[in-house]
């Protein structure tokens, strides 16, 4: 099993930056492909950006040039960094985990996914 943990979460201004940070623990694999998701109220959950083991990434179209994500394999941690936030990324983040290799934004790719953390963007 492993254990997912978000953080760094929070009210921002629009314009304004956070990092999330999401710890895991249990059986992972340094192969293992991570993710964020969010959901915002009222909607599905959609994939935000993915990281692969050697550091390839993908993002949706909305977040790209704006959200930063990375990995840090000798701690078992990933980032994602959001830049220029706007209103429209309000939405509970999740990062999600995966035993799969390669870059995917399919969530049934994921096998593990953490509790949450809600990011507002709001002035």
């Known amino acids: 099993q492993v254990q997912l943990v978000e953080s760094g979460g929070g009210l921002v201004q629009p314009g304004g930056s956070l990092r999330l940070s999401c710890s895991a623990s249990?059986?992972?694999?340094?192969?293992?492909?991570k993710g964020w998701f969010r959901q915002a109220p009222g909607k599905e959950r959609e994939f935000v950006a993915a990281?692969?083991?050697?550091?390839?990434?993908d993002y949706v179209n909305s977040v790209k040039d704006r959200f930063t994500i990375s990995r840090d394999n000798t701690k078992d941690m990933m980032y994602l960094r959001m830049n220029s936030l706007k209103p429209e990324d309000t939405a509970d983040y999740y990062c999600?985990?995966?035993?799969?290799?390669?870059?995917?934004?399919?969530?049934?790719?994921?096998?593990?996914w953490g509790q949450g953390t809600q990011v507002t963007v709001d002035s």
């Open positions: 990281i692969s083991w050697s550091g390839n990434t």
């Open positions: 249990g059986r992972t694999f340094r192969s293992d492909i």
């Open positions: 999600a985990q995966g035993t799969k290799s390669f870059l995917t934004r399919n969530p049934h790719e994921y096998n593990y």
